[in-house]
């Protein structure tokens, strides 16, 4: 089980750093979006993830564990989740 120092998820638990985590816990834990999680894993600046079936993409959580660390931030477990950009747009009024 991870130590006390360990960074929780949003359901309050602490994050085992033998266990896998899934995109969504991944950006739970990282305040970033999914487009600048993809591009860090492209340019090697976040680790790669482990492909564990044709839809499935996991991140070792000792490596996302290590990621932390070594940015020096604070994981956001409360952090606000901002809208899709369906959302966004959808909100906007347009004048002629």
């Given amino acids: 089980m991870g130590s006390p120092n360990s960074p929780r998820n949003r359901f309050g638990s602490t994050i085992d750093p033998?266990?896998?985590l899934r995109e969504w816990q991944v950006l739970d834990l990282l305040?970033?979006?999914r487009s600048s999680l993809w591009a860090g894993v492209r340019s090697g600046k976040f680790p790669?993830?482990?492909k564990i079936s044709a839809n499935t993409t996991a991140?070792?959580?000792h490596d996302i564990l290590r990621l932390?660390?070594?940015l020096g931030a604070a994981p956001a477990p409360d952090k606000p989740r901002t809208?899709?950009?369906s959302k966004r747009l959808a909100r906007r009024t347009y004048r002629p």
Wanted: proline share 11%; net charge positive.
């Fill in 18 to 20: 033998a266990s896998l």
């Fill in 31 to 33: 305040p970033i979006s």
């Fill in 48 to 50: 790669k993830p482990l």
């Fill in 59 to 61: 991140w070792r959580a």
């Fill in 68 to 70: 932390i660390d070594s």
């Fill in 83 to 85: 809208a899709t950009r």
